[in-house]
């Protein structure tokens, strides 16, 4: 009985050492970036798991919309939730609307307010490290090169992405920090303007994304008052 008690041990702390070297697996390989014209030039991908910076134009849209993008591939990639940090005096003049943003991620999107950005910070972090987060995308003024090293181990910690996206500057007085990527994207008049400003193992440059967000499911609002909102239904 002892001699299959000893095995029966013996095989559980194989087990355990097994899964700890498999808990403690970090993924390496790029995340994709899902869009033609960048995938031929990156066919890598992003740094994964990183930081990475999103450069927009106040009350833009574009840099958000690139934003979500990534964030949505990283959804997809690590099959978990992506949680978003949101401030609106950062980039946009209003609040983001949630159920327009949702869609297409599979493990959920979820919305957090956090109007200063020393919370969100913490907020990226302390999510980033718990590892239950594919990306996370954070409205934020950019990090000094200290913050932002200790947002990238967080990232590296937990396995998953980071998003910061930040409000335009002048590119050429831009501090360091410890980003893999550093992205600046505005709108025109067929979608996104989208230029690399550094990355790992990536040469900077500029390219013209056509976006079509038009095709949306439109329904025609009810009438105001008290009225049924299907006429039709209501007289059957």
């Known amino acids: 009985m002892s001699s299959k008690l000893e ?14 070297v498999h808990a403690n697996l970090v993924e390496t390989a790029g995340l994709a970036l899902d869009i033609p014209v960048l995938d031929q030039c990156f066919p890598q991908g992003l740094a994964c798991p ?15 919309g690139f934003a979500r993008h990534l964030a949505q591939q990283a959804g997809a990639r690590f099959q978990k939730p992506v949680f978003w940090l949101h401030s609106p005096s950062v980039l946009d003049s209003g609040g983001l609307y949630p159920p ?7 493990h959920g999107l979820y919305f957090i307010d956090s109007p200063h950005p020393r919370d969100s910070f913490w907020a990226l972090e302390e999510i980033l490290r718990s590892g239950q987060a594919a990306a996370v995308v954070a ?6 090169l200290t913050a932002s ?4 181990l967080a990232a590296e910690d937990g396995n998953g992405m980071a998003f910061l996206l930040c409000p335009e500057t002048d590119r050429d007085s831009l501090p360091s920090t410890a980003a893999r990527s550093r ?9 996104w303007q989208v230029s690399l400003l550094r990355g790992q193992g990536m040469r900077p440059g500029h390219w013209s994304i056509e976006r079509n967000d038009t095709e ?5 609002a009810a009438t105001a008052g008290n009225g049924p909102v299907y006429p039709q239904a209501a007289a059957a």
């Open 7 to 20: 095995i029966a041990r013996h095989a559980l702390r194989q087990a355990e050492r097994q899964w700890a």
């Open 50 to 64: 990183a930081l990475h910076e999103v450069h927009g134009v106040t009350a833009d849209g574009a840099a958000t």
């Open 100 to 106: 327009a943003l949702q869609a297409g991620f599979s």
């Open 139 to 144: 409205e934020a003024p950019l990090p000094d």
């Open 149 to 152: 090293r200790r947002l990238q």
């Open 183 to 191: 992205w600046q994207v505005t709108g025109n008049e067929d979608g």
């Open 216 to 220: 949306v499911p439109l329904y025609l």
